[in-house]
């Protein structure tokens, strides 16, 4: 069992940063790789981006690209989703997780979730 706890989300005008982190407790943090998705009112909960446990591999879904960026201290048990130029369709709850195993794009790879931070931003 793995316990995430998300923080660091707000209102933000368009073009603005915000910086999110997911605290683990739990088991071996630095065992697992990690990942944030975000869901938007009405919408399916999306992959947004991913790290390996060690950090050496990340993986962003297209519209993030060149904005976002995430990184991990296994030294703390964190990990960081760093948002930069940010657009009023970013706008969503943004979720961390643990990915179990498979493809780190597909949400029913991950396992342990945690309850969430909204992330709003205004145009």
């Known amino acids: 069992q793995v316990q995430l706890v998300e923080s660091g989300g707000g209102l933000v005008q368009a073009g603005g940063s915000l910086r999110l982190s997911c605290a683990a407790s739990g088991r071996t943090f630095s065992n697992y790789a990690m990942g944030w998705f975000r869901q938007a009112p009405g919408k399916e909960r999306e992959f947004v981006i991913a790290i390996s446990w060690s950090g050496d591999n990340t993986y962003y879904a297209d519209s993030v690209k060149g904005r976002f960026t995430i990184s991990r201290d296994n030294a703390k048990n964190t990990v960081y989703l760093q948002m930069n130029s940010l657009k009023p369709e970013d706008t969503a709850v943004y979720y961390c997780?643990?990915?179990?195993?498979?493809?780190?794009?597909?949400?029913?790879?991950?396992?342990?979730w945690g309850q969430g931070t909204q992330v709003t931003v205004s145009s």
């Open positions: 997780a643990v990915r179990y195993s498979g493809s780190y794009f597909l949400r029913s790879n991950y396992q342990w």
